[in-house]
Nanobody, 124 residues
Framework: QVQLVESGGGLVQAGGSLRLSCAAS????????MGWFRQAPGKEREFVAA?????????SYADSVKGRFTSSRDNAKKTGYLQMTSLKPEDTAVYYC????????????????WGQGTQVTVSS
């Protein structure tokens, strides 16, 4: 089992930045790929970013955040990060981190473990 706890959400003005953290406990963190998803009111949960297991040398991003968001991981701290810059009002959502063994995926239903979510609100 892997437990995930997100933090770092909040209220920010458009153009601002936030860094989300996802702290993991349980089994060997480095064996898990991490994904970031978000869900806005009335919308389905959507893929934001993913980072590969191990050293995290490979990341993928949704087109809507490419160039603005960066995912990273620190295996020694068992923590994943999502650095968000140039935030837009349309980035407003609850953000979730997720984990799955080994290979990263972009579909939410392919992840086994989820955090509780953290609210990100971007004002215009």
């Amino acid at each position: 089992q892997v437990q995930l706890v997100e933090s770092g959400g909040g209220l920010v003005q458009a153009g601002g930045s936030l860094r989300l953290s996802c702290a993991a406990s349980g089994r060997t963190f480095s064996n898990y790929a991490m994904g970031w998803f978000r869900q806005a009111p009335g919308k389905e949960r959507e893929f934001v970013a993913a980072i590969s297991w191990g050293g995290g040398s490979t990341s993928s991003y949704a087109d809507s955040v490419k160039g603005r968001f960066t995912s990273s991981r620190d295996n020694a701290k068992k923590t994943g990060y999502l650095q968000m810059t140039s935030l837009k009002p349309e980035d407003t959502a609850v953000y979730y981190c997720a984990a799955r063994n080994y290979n990263a995926r972009t579909r939410a239903d392919e992840y086994d473990y989820w955090g509780q979510g953290t609210q990100v609100t971007v004002s215009s």
